[in-house]
């Protein structure tokens, strides 16, 4: 059985499979309605179950699409609803519980701990859709919209980031590692990657470039990803963070440093990081790299459920 939680405990060869697949099944769906399977609908009869502890419009909607083009089918719930999220039912019982109605499940959580204790009770795949630490189903598609806009392996590109040390930055770290992929990262000091991370990169021999300047991080850069600098349920002085990241705010100005075809990424909800000159502008990407959750989600369902061709 295997799980999707944190893409660096995933074999690269693995992330280049779910890919590949994913690039296959776009293709082969052309000509498809939206809830219309794939040939030979590969998850008939499959069950994915979506808890969320958290508010989600893209996560929701893509899952319930993916699961269902390949011909299973999904509930949502909202961990309020359960005896779980009442304190009523421990993790325990409730993991049995949905291993016994369903197939997969996937948990988006304010609580890393919770993700392990679910896998060390759960007899089904379990997938990550977004905890404090990792996104890494935003973070793999992503990397499938970066070589789908550039035809061209992600190892051969450069990649900034703009924003704030987050899930989706410390998923995109993990990326780079996997897919070997440059990446510089413009934030200001005191919101740096923390040193379990780094360690983590410098334990596989990689690097990444940590710059508190945001021209330098732009510098010569194929593609600018951002995102909020208030995450969901972020417990802090909102008013002061976002002070402190004035001068990172992306602008149209700093695609000056970056290569002239370079492309701009964000994997929404936006906030005030990014001006709408810049987030509509022809180089933004951000609907198809939407889009695009549906298409590699399919394959990394796919994958968990043995079914990766
Ligand atoms: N990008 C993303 O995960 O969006 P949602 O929070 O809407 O799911
Ligand atoms: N970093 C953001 C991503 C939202 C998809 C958050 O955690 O809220």
């Excluded at 009442?86 to 997969?104: F, H, M, P, R, V």
């Excluded at 204790?117 to 795949?125: L, S, Y």
Aim: glycine share 6%; charged share 30%; proline share 4%.
């Amino acid at each position: 059985m295997k799980h999707f939680i944190n893409l660096k405990d995933i074999p690269s060869k693995d992330l280049r499979k779910i890919i590949v697949d994913a690039k296959k099944r776009k293709k082969q769906r052309k000509k498809l309605n939206t809830l219309e399977p794939d040939k030979g609908s590969p998850l008939k009869g499959k069950m994915l179950v979506q808890m969320f502890e958290k508010a989600s419009s893209r996560t929701r909607i893509s899952f319930y699409l993916a699961i269902k083009q390949l011909g299973g089918g999904t509930l949502t719930l909202r961990s309020n609803e359960l005896h779980l999220g009442q304190g009523g039912e421990t993790i325990a019982d409730t993991a049995k519980i949905l291993s016994t109605y369903g197939d997969g499940f996937m948990l988006r959580t304010d609580d890393d701990k919770k993700i392990e204790d679910f896998q060390k009770h759960i007899n089904i795949p379990i997938i990550n859709g977004l905890s404090p630490s990792s996104h890494p189903t935003q973070v793999l598609s992503d990397v499938f919209t970066v070589e789908e806009i550039k035809k061209k392996p992600i190892s051969k590109l450069k990649i900034c980031w703009i924003g704030d040390s987050n899930n989706v930055l410390d998923s995109l770290i993990a990326a780079s590692v996997k897919f070997s992929f440059k990446l510089s990262i413009g934030c200001p000091k005191k919101f740096a990657p923390g040193k379990k991370v780094k360690d983590w990169v410098s334990k596989n021999k990689k690097k990444i470039f940590i710059y508190h300047d945001p021209k330098k991080a732009a510098l010569d850069a194929d593609v600018i990803f951002s995102d909020k600098v208030i995450s969901l349920n972020d417990k802090v002085d909102k008013k002061r963070k976002k002070q402190q990241f004035q001068k990172f705010k992306i602008k149209k100005e700093i695609f000056k440093y970056a290569k002239k075809n370079c492309i701009f990424l964000h994997c929404l909800p936006r906030g005030d990081e990014v001006e709408e000159s810049v987030f509509l502008a022809k180089n933004s990407h951000v609907w198809q790299q939407a889009l695009n959750r549906v298409h590699v989600q399919k394959s990394i369902l796919l994958y968990c459920f043995g079914k990766l061709r």
